[in-house]
């Protein structure tokens, strides 16, 4: 074989082999990065998109009753204008209290709904995950622990400061119905909302803005601000029902996680309902009053 001609012959294969690799762009090596996957304590939203889903809790939780009741307040003929005569028919008429409690659920779930939204980002996160689904080291004694000795301490205040008339107090009166929807919604619907608002969405958010403790009196204090109307005059029950929140949401700064909280707060609530629906069966008309100057929900 020519030499020469071998040494063209292999020129022509290099520039040809020169000329493709230069046809097709570069490929760098990019950086990866991974998204931060959020946690209890480092959520995906702000303080102020928490504060704003407490408005809207609070808003549906006043709005959706007057979409229940107005309508069958106008079939009854009330004059709407007439404040003083409104305010005593829908808390005096069985039916238009009825209403009322039942416009708590549709309330709750738009609740959850918006919260879930905003805690997965539309689905983008875990919301399990995000508001920390996990013990937290917190054992079975601890329960019993705290339950027992919140139960004595609401006892001894009970005792020592009657409770005064409110207006879940005059609820329950209106009817055995409106006992049992109450009873349902404190045990099944409750504690979850009020978890999911005060120590997820809230407390997650305020406690990485501020310090701890400012978080957790930021967080007592907006849902004293919600309960205080609904059962003022009676100041050990606002007393009782403030406390109570204190006490889930340092359960939530020692755990980390939201669901001890849950599940105390479904355990206690579970126990004074249980105190509702047995008085008429057992007698227990002061243990009956005291469980609904303690039971509780988003109202």
């Keep these: 074989?020519?030499?020469?001609?071998?040494?063209?012959?292999?020129?022509?294969?290099?520039?040809?082999?020169?000329?493709?690799?230069?046809?097709?762009?570069?490929?760098?090596?990019?950086?990866?990065?991974?998204?931060?996957?959020?946690?209890?304590?480092?959520?995906?939203?702000?303080?102020?998109?928490?504060?704003?889903?407490?408005?809207?809790?609070?808003?549906?939780?006043?709005?959706?009753?007057?979409?229940?009741?107005?309508?069958?307040?106008?079939?009854?003929?009330?004059?709407?204008?007439?404040?003083?005569?409104?305010?005593?028919?829908?808390?005096?008429?069985?039916?238009?209290?009825?209403?009322?409690?039942?416009?708590?659920?549709?309330?709750?779930?738009?609740?959850?709904?918006?919260?879930?939204?905003?805690?997965?980002?539309?689905?983008?996160?875990?919301?399990?995950?995000?508001?920390?689904?996990?013990?937290?080291?917190?054992?079975?004694?601890?329960?019993?622990?705290?339950?027992?000795?919140?139960?004595?301490?609401a006892s001894i205040v009970s005792y020592y400061f009657p409770e005064q008339d409110n207006d879940l107090l005059k609820i329950l009166r209106s009817s055995r119905t409106a006992v049992y929807i109450v009873a349902f919604l404190a045990t099944f619907t409750a504690p979850l909302v009020e978890e999911v608002v005060y120590r997820g969405v809230l407390y997650s958010a305020l406690q990485r803005s501020f310090r701890i403790p400012y978080a957790v009196l930021l967080v007592t204090f907006l849902f004293a601000l919600v309960h205080v109307p609904q059962y003022y005059p009676s100041y050990s029950t606002i007393f009782l029902i403030c406390l109570l929140s204190l006490i889930l949401t340092l359960v939530r700064v020692r755990t980390k996680n939201l669901l001890p909280c849950i599940i105390l707060h479904t355990i206690f609530n579970g126990v004074q309902s249980l105190f509702l629906i047995l008085q008429p069966y057992l007698n227990l008309e002061d243990a009956s009053k005291q469980a609904a100057s303690i039971i509780y929900f988003l109202k």
């Design 1 to 153: 074989m020519n030499l020469e001609l071998f040494f063209v012959k292999l020129s022509l294969v290099q520039n040809y082999e020169q000329q493709s690799a230069e046809s097709f762009p570069k490929i760098e090596p990019q950086e990866i990065i991974v998204a931060e996957k959020p946690t209890p304590n480092n959520p995906p939203w702000n303080s102020w998109l928490a504060f704003l889903v407490w408005l809207a809790s609070i808003a549906f939780i006043l709005i959706l009753p007057n979409l229940f009741v107005v309508p069958y307040i106008l079939k009854q003929g009330i004059d709407l204008s007439d404040q003083a005569v409104l305010a005593e028919f829908v808390q005096s008429d069985a039916t238009a209290v009825l209403l009322s409690v039942l416009a708590v659920i549709p309330a709750h779930i738009l609740t959850l709904a918006l919260a879930w939204v905003v805690i997965t980002k539309f689905n983008k996160f875990s919301f399990r995950k995000a508001l920390g689904w996990r013990s937290g080291g917190f054992n079975v004694w601890a329960y019993f622990l705290i339950l027992g000795g919140f139960f004595i301490l």
